[in-house]
């Protein structure tokens, strides 16, 4: 069945630094969504990208969709403590079947 | 306030009991999905359901059944056949097509 993998699966920074966490897909996606789930808390839903080479950003957050549509990437600038949590990215399929990637673990250091 | 409710938010049975996990939205969604999560992973699908009266085994069916009887509820039942329990459950819900999912709190499921 077509999954979709993310690396890293950890990542900790200094607090300042850049993060980015890669979504790959073998199969070409119709959109990608990410979520973002703190520590002991649920995912919640940050955007979901559609067209092929698409380019969104949200404050410090890029998220990018790429152009063969089978990859993504999540760029936070300046990490801050709030941004701790498990990134996810996550594709809808035919028949409404959402599938999630593994997840990155982003740890900031203060 | 709209939204996807889970109860209840800690759950503890004994080996071999089947409990059902309670899964209620207002949000007027079509589709819910049921995803499991362990320590440090991913979420893996369960089961998932696009109307009412029909649903579809997902990743990880195995050991759990649902029922879809109301648009508002998708109740999850992890029975005595499921071997390893223990786990975080996410219930969530969307419009049908590419739209977000709203989750849950979530319900945390210990097996002793």
């Known amino acids: 069945g077509q999954q979709v993998m993310q690396i890293p699966q950890y990542q900790h920074v200094q607090e300042g630094e850049d993060f980015t966490t890669y979504c790959n897909s073998s199969t070409t996606l119709s959109n990608i969504q990410w979520y973002k789930q703190r520590p002991g808390g649920h995912p919640v839903f940050l955007i979901q990208?559609?067209?092929?080479?698409e380019v969104k950003k949200q404050k410090r957050l890029t998220f990018q969709f790429g152009e063969a549509k089978k990859n993504s990437s999540l760029h936070i600038t300046a990490t801050q403590t709030t941004d701790v949590g498990t990134y996810f990215c996550a594709a809808k399929t035919s028949y409404d079947k959402v599938i999630f990637g593994p997840g990155t673990s982003l740890s900031v250091i203060p | 306030d709209g939204g996807i409710t889970q109860s209840p938010k800690y759950l503890f049975r004994k080996e071999g009991q089947n409990v059902t996990l309670s899964c209620e939205q207002n949000?007027?969604?079509?589709?819910m999905y049921w995803y499991r999560q362990d320590p440090g992973q991913g979420l893996r699908l369960i089961y998932y359901s696009q109307i009412v009266n029909d649903f579809q085994k997902g990743d990880i069916a195995e050991g759990y059944s649902v029922s879809r009887e109301k648009k508002e509820s998708f109740p999850l039942t992890v029975t005595s056949a499921q071997k390893n329990p223990t786990a975080f459950y996410l219930c969530?819900?969307?419009?049908?097509?590419?739209?977000?999912?709203?989750f849950g709190q979530g319900t945390r499921l210990t097996v002793v």
């Open positions: 969530a819900s969307s419009e049908g097509g590419a739209t977000e999912a709203f």
């Open positions: 949000l007027n969604h079509d589709a």
């Open positions: 990208l559609v067209k092929s080479g």
